[in-house]
């Protein structure tokens, strides 16, 4: 069953009991107390006969029961404006001293709600927050004492053992219908939230997986700048002494084409992001390293299929001329020379089931 | 009606089942005091249940990437002798090796967190969604649910940041939880560290406060929960000058084991799970003597089977924790740290061969 059809039962179920309520007098009642009287939790837990026939109608949950049909109708103001009557008429069995503040703070609640309802939904959340100030009716129990506070600011109600049940009972109950109102109220936005943190953490697993390698002093390269209220991951990055592998194919002629496996340093560059970061392009200056040739410096493209780097490096033989190599890196290299042998592999798959067919 | 307690974890490597004996630690001490009937797995309208948030795979995420592509360059580097410009290879090779390495797991989460704002912003992500998740959820099951957050260490800044951004400054349209609106019911910050590694909001001018610092305050209730001997939270110590009654400091001296850093240190101490079990039953769930008594209990209870090598210990901490205290250095933090949990594992060690 769900929790607010639950909420709704208990309800209309401590409603039917308050009637009998005198043939259930003789059953065991907790002395009210300002957390049986205040806390939500504990109100909850109060019996038909606990509660009392002529308070029913002001139970929180009756309340959110009487104002069911509205919402169910979308007429969050006239259920809004159940729940301030009722407060209103609950108010004045509070201590004198507060009745004024309170009926206050009801007044400008109606006011502040139904300007909120008439917003536009992208201005509501703000409005809610800033103005209406939601949590203002949420009630605190104080850490060292028990009491309960209302209206938990620099101002607040403290509600305490000794303060009269009936007198507890009229500050906290408004509060805790209103309160459970006001956060039904805004139920879309939270959902609204938590989609939008979701996929945002979606493209941050994408561009941690996606994206083109950082080494540390790349990584805090990339956060400099960054405001730290910014929520998106980079759609574009710097590169900067990244080493890596690659294959220099080199040589003269064609006939003479080596291949030479080297270290490979990106000095600098710089890389823009598309698709979700499953595409990429970028350009980068490099060094190449191996163990029998002198260092040669070039270029790397970065190309956004198949995510590999294609480039051109320039370094001076024994003669002191200039010879240069296609550079290319590891994964790329596999998947261009790895075709042939992949060809070779087929006709030789469909040659063999020619020879068994005969 | 529904109460949630979120956990947030500290430094060092966390694994997917981390909260199960911080769990099972609350739970113990609920039982203390007969509450232990309360908790729920699930969500539930009439239970507490407790939440793990996890942020530790965020860096984990990081460190291997660094670590796949690093090995196999380091291996050909190696096995070529080339002569790269710089010795970067060890800082390769090295990179993810945490999990064998305690020291470097703890000591990188902080650098990570506090200096490479690519990893702060994809932690505070990965927390905001959880925490906005989970009040969600709640919110669900009773629209009066109670929401609470305990934190630990590194969680205490992960905690207050990913907080004080979803309550002023969320993504665009993200704005289900602004401070005004919505208020948790209690934060707990335990070995708080959120001071000494704040950027910005900083957390004395932000809205991760109660009600009675700024009206507009995210938590009901907040609890700072720092040990005498805990070098953690000595740098820059979290002390405003709040006077609510919505905002308690809680003092523990009482040395169990010798990590008084660990989170379960924290939570087996009386003076710090009375307040947080009386945060989700209610002030009255703990009578003010039940409470006395298991405070005295604990306090008089025997601590390490090394009482020698523990006294020796505790000396060492109190003149640790009173030379770094009130520096401002985040160094002063990694280092002191780093050699707290270093001692912490050299103790242990020599114990467990014998006083």
């Known amino acids: 069953m769900p929790p607010i059809v639950r909420h709704l039962t208990r309800a209309l179920l401590a409603l039917a009991a308050a009637s009998i309520a005198p043939l259930a007098a003789a059953r065991a009642q907790r002395t009210p107390t300002a957390a049986l009287d205040c806390r939500p939790q504990d109100v909850r837990t109060l019996t038909a006969v606990e509660i009392g026939a002529e308070w029913q109608a002001y139970y929180p949950d009756t309340v959110r029961a009487r104002v069911q049909s509205l919402l169910d109708a979308g007429e969050w103001t006239a259920a809004m404006g159940t729940a301030i009557d009722r407060a209103r008429d609950l108010v004045r069995k509070a201590p004198a001293a507060q009745i004024d503040r309170y009926r206050d703070e009801l007044a400008g609640l109606e006011r502040d709600f139904r300007t909120l309802v008439a917003l536009p939904p992208d201005r509501q959340d703000r409005f809610r927050a800033d103005v209406l100030r939601a949590a203002h009716w949420t009630l605190t129990q104080n850490p060292a004492t028990g009491a309960i506070s209302l209206f938990p600011d620099a101002n607040r109600i403290a509600v305490t053992d000794e303060v009269p049940s009936s007198e507890r009972r009229a500050l906290c109950w408004p509060a805790i219908a209103i309160a459970g109102l006001l956060t039904e109220h805004a139920a879309p936005a939270r959902d609204r939230t938590v989609e939008i943190l979701t996929s945002l953490a979606h493209r941050w697993d994408s561009y941690i997986d996606e994206s083109y390698s950082q080494l540390p002093w790349e990584l805090a390269l990339n956060g400099l700048g960054r405001s730290r209220r910014t929520w998106e991951p980079p759609g574009h990055q710097w590169v900067l002494l990244h080493p890596s592998l690659g294959v220099e194919v080199a040589g003269l002629h064609r006939d003479d084409l080596v291949r030479v496996d080297v270290a490979v340093l990106e000095g600098l560059g710089f890389l823009k992001y598309y698709k979700g970061y499953s595409r990429r392009l970028g350009l980068t200056g490099v060094a190449t390293f191996s163990s029998d040739r002198p260092m040669a410096l070039g270029g790397y493209v970065h190309l956004w299929f198949p995510q590999a780097k294609v480039g051109y490096v320039d370094r001076p033989d024994t003669t002191g001329k200039h010879r240069g190599s296609i550079l290319v890196s590891i994964d790329l290299y596999d998947l261009l020379t790895g075709v042939p042998t992949s060809l070779k592999e087929a006709k030789d798959a469909a040659l063999a089931l020619r020879k068994t067919r005969k | ?355």
């Open chain 2, 1 to 355: 009606m529904a109460r949630v307690l979120m956990l947030v974890h500290g430094m060092g490597v966390h694994g997917a089942d981390w909260a199960t004996d911080v769990k099972a630690d609350i739970v113990a001490a609920a039982q203390t005091f007969g509450l232990d009937g309360g908790f729920s797995e699930t969500l539930d309208d009439d239970a507490v249940t407790l939440v793990p948030i996890s942020y530790d795979a965020r860096f984990r995420k990081w460190l291997d990437k660094w670590g796949n592509d690093s090995r196999e360059l380091v291996s050909f580097i190696k096995k070529n002798s080339i002569k790269v410009p710089a010795n970067i290879v060890g800082w390769l090779e090295n990179v993810d090796a945490t999990e064998n390495n305690f020291l470097w797991s703890h000591v990188v989460d902080v650098i990570l967190y506090r200096f490479f704002d690519l990893v702060t912003t994809d932690v505070r992500v990965s927390v905001a969604k959880d925490i906005a998740q989970t009040w969600r959820d709640a919110l669900k099951v009773d629209p009066q649910a109670e929401v609470s957050v305990l934190a630990h260490s590194l969680g205490t800044s992960v905690t207050h940041d990913t907080l004080a951004l979803l309550a002023t400054a969320p993504p665009p349209k993200a704005t289900g939880f602004l401070a005004g609106d919505r208020r948790l019911a209690n934060v707990f910050m335990v070995a708080n560290v959120g001071r000494i590694l704040e950027t910005s909001p900083q957390v004395f001018d932000s809205v991760i406060c109660p009600p009675s610092v700024r009206a507009n305050g995210y938590c009901g209730t907040m609890f700072n929960v720092r040990h005498d001997l805990d070098p953690f939270p000595a740098p820059r110590p979290f002390k405003p000058g709040w006077g609510g009654d919505d905002f308690v400091q809680i003092r523990t001296k009482a040395v169990r084991e010798f990590n008084v850093h660990d989170f379960q240190h924290y939570l087996r101490d009386p003076r710090v799970h009375v307040p947080l079990l009386r945060s989700l039953f209610g002030f009255d769930a703990i009578s003010p003597a039940s409470a006395q008594e298991a405070m005295d209990a604990y306090e008089a209870a025997r601590g390490s089977t090394c009482p020698e090598r523990l006294a020796a210990f505790v000396q060492d901490c109190r003149q640790r924790v009173q030379l770094i205290e009130d520096s401002s250095d985040v160094k002063t933090l990694i280092s002191a740290g780093a050699h707290f949990l270093a001692d912490v594992q050299e103790i242990k060690a020599a114990c467990a061969g014998g006083p």
